[in-house]
């Protein structure tokens, strides 16, 4: 469970650090505009330069801090030992897109999510017997977003074209309900944030070939594929850890279509609508979509 943070503490592999914690903060750098990887070109036989594309690279912060627990070298040991522990595990080492969390808390905001890895502890234990361990730490986001510590979900059955149609008799004139508004159909979300988000979907057998649509965009996830009764399928469209996984842990990735783009999957801000269609005898199959409001700045 994560801890409760107050302004300017901070949260690094379980252990909280900054003010009124054995961990002070002297300073740290990284928060602003994360880097540019630019694909500016200089023009032959020209002055200037052609400015290209910008991709945004991970975000690197670095944390300037102390460890104090005077008269007790021990202790600061083991609070070094604990901000390396999470990060050293082999769990999250050697998988290929695991990340961990850096949680930030400044005045005016919620906590802020950055997932990433630890790339850098190195301290200085000149000054241990004193229970003062200088502390040089960096931070390797995977993206540049902060996210919410808190998730947003949205479960959508199949929905129905419509509620309306005609009663027998028909007698003129014909009057046509049609059916369900927006307020009312299940697939509208509202996203909160300020940046477009990823989303991990996961669709409930039992069904077969479902297809989610975002109305707005024309973005489409197909999958030629049946799920039975108790089993289904998940599509993580986070960077990193993108993935089409069954319950059991095999590999679905094969059955997306090829017009299916799980790069480019995301949810923009705002209200806007999930649609989802399958073949499912029993109407008892289920989306649900799960995602964490992002920003671009703190």
Not at 191 to 197: E, L, R
């Amino acid at each position: 469970m994560n801890a409760i943070l107050k302004d300017h503490q901070h949260e690094l592999g379980g252990v909280v650090i900054g003010t009124g914690t054995p961990v002070p903060i002297a300073a740290i750098e990284g928060l602003g505009r994360a880097e540019v990887r630019t694909a500016d070109v200089d023009p032959p036989s020209a002055d200037g330069i052609w400015l290209g594309a910008d991709y945004f690279t991970g975000r690197t912060v670095r944390i300037d801090a102390a460890i104090k627990t005077p008269g007790d070298q021990a202790a600061a040991l083991d609070l070094l030992a604990a901000i390396q522990d999470v990060h050293d595990d082999p769990a999250l080492r050697l998988t290929g897109g695991a990340t961990t969390e850096l949680r930030l808390k400044f005045p005016g905001r919620d906590v802020r999510v950055l997932n990433g890895r630890l790339r850098k502890a190195d301290p200085d234990l000149t000054q241990l017997v004193n229970g003062w361990v200088p502390l040089d730490l960096e931070f390797l986001a995977a993206d540049p977003l902060y996210y919410s510590d808190t998730p947003q979900h949205a479960t959508i059955p199949l929905g129905m074209i419509s509620d309306g149609g005609f009663t027998a008799p028909v007698v003129a004139p014909i009057v046509v309900d049609p059916g369900p508004d927006g307020t009312t159909r299940p697939g509208w979300i509202q996203v909160d944030g300020k940046a477009p988000t990823w989303p991990v979907l996961r669709i409930y057998g039992p069904c077969a070939n479902p297809r989610i649509t975002h109305v707005e965009s024309g973005r489409v996830l197909q999958l030629n594929t049946a799920i039975d009764p108790g089993d289904f399928i998940e599509i993580d469209t986070r960077p990193t850890w993108r993935s089409v996984l069954r319950s059991n842990g095999g590999n679905a990735a094969t059955a997306l279509t090829a017009a299916s783009r799980i790069d480019t999957f995301t949810l923009p801000t705002g209200v806007s609508e999930l649609r989802w269609t399958a073949t499912d005898p029993t109407n008892s199959a289920r989306l649900t979509a799960t995602w964490r409001p992002a920003w671009p700045t703190l």
